[in-house]
């Protein structure tokens, strides 16, 4: 009963080849306010992500490693090239959403440097790390829904609580 499926999953022997890899950078530079990190918008023209603020970042290419692809990332967003790029450190891997890995990196940003948006990126600015005293945690949240027509009367209750209010789901 169970060989297909059986086949089907011995024909991936590393689980982890399936999901997709990105890196991001976490660029800090010495600005006259104090030490700030630079973020960017994405262009609104774009199929994902459109408008989204975020770090410069994106997938590595077949045989690339995470650092490489960071730095290439925020070359070509950003126009910052490597000359211009100390790493400090990696922060822990972590999976964005279901099926994509992210490498973190810290670095900071080495004078002179200029920064040129590439058309994915609507705007480039900076945020004081002063403006995020008091700030102790972030969190990345995702939103599940079961597709309609799933048969919810399998599943307990307790999963599905009786609509009340004004809330929509």
Request: hydrophobic share 45%; proline share 9%.
């Amino acid at each position: 009963m169970f060989e297909a499926l059986s086949r089907r999953l011995a024909g991936e022997p590393d689980s982890y080849r399936r999901f997709l890899r990105a890196a991001v950078v976490v660029p800090l530079a010495e600005r006259p306010e104090g030490p700030a990190v630079l973020l960017e918008r994405r262009a609104d023209h774009l199929r994902q992500s459109p408008g989204e603020v975020g770090l410069p970042g994106g997938r590595l290419e077949p045989g690339e490693g995470a650092w490489p692809a960071a730095q290439r990332e925020l070359e070509e967003e950003l126009g910052i090239g490597a000359a211009q790029v100390r790493l400090l450190g990696e922060l822990p891997l972590f999976e964005r959403r279901r099926g994509e890995f992210i490498h973190p990196f810290v670095a900071a940003l080495q004078a002179p440097f200029q920064i040129e948006c590439s058309e994915e990126v609507a705007e480039a600015f900076w945020l004081p790390l002063s403006a995020l005293s008091g700030f102790r945690y972030a969190a990345i949240r995702e939103i599940s829904r079961l597709v309609g027509g799933f048969p919810r009367r399998h599943l307990p209750d307790a999963l599905f609580p009786p609509r009340t209010g004004c809330a929509s789901f």
